[in-house]
Nanobody
Framework: VQLQASGGGLVQAGDSLRLSCVAS????????MGWFRQAPGKEREFVGV????????YYADSVKGRFTISRDDARNTVFLQMNNLKPEDTGIYYC????????????????WGRGTLVTVSS
């Protein structure tokens, strides 16, 4: 499965961005799709995930209420809507996927996109 994320950019605090991730080469509808991010000098951290079956969503506490993940299985695409962005949201955002049960740990995910950079200025 190949994942290609897009939509990153430079924004100001309080702004919104929507990231997209298009999957190819697999059965997208059967994958839990999520997002991780990595800030400079820090480890990758879980942002959120949407499950393949019920479409349930789970988020890190730091983004809960501001970020929303959705998916369009007909277009093999997962979205990350980010509202009220903060400088601490700055980082490279990675789209990830895995079949079976969803997970919060990076090592649990089989498939990773190349990432898209989000920079939030204060």
């Amino acid at each position: 499965v190949q994942l290609q994320a897009s939509g990153g950019g430079l924004v100001q605090a309080g702004d919104s961005l929507r990231l997209s991730c298009v999957a190819s080469g697999g059965t997208f509808s059967m994958y839990n799709m999520g997002w991780f991010r990595q800030a400079p000098g820090k480890e990758r951290e879980f942002v959120g995930v949407i499950t393949w079956n019920a479409g349930n969503t789970y988020y890190a506490d730091s983004v809960k209420g501001r970020f929303t993940i959705s998916r369009d299985d007909a277009r093999n695409t997962v979205f990350l809507q980010m509202n009220n962005l903060k400088p601490e949201d700055t980082g490279i955002y990675y789209c990830v996927g895995r079949p079976g049960a969803w997970a919060r740990t990076a090592k649990s995910y089989d498939y990773w996109g190349r990432g898209t950079l989000v920079t939030v200025s204060s």
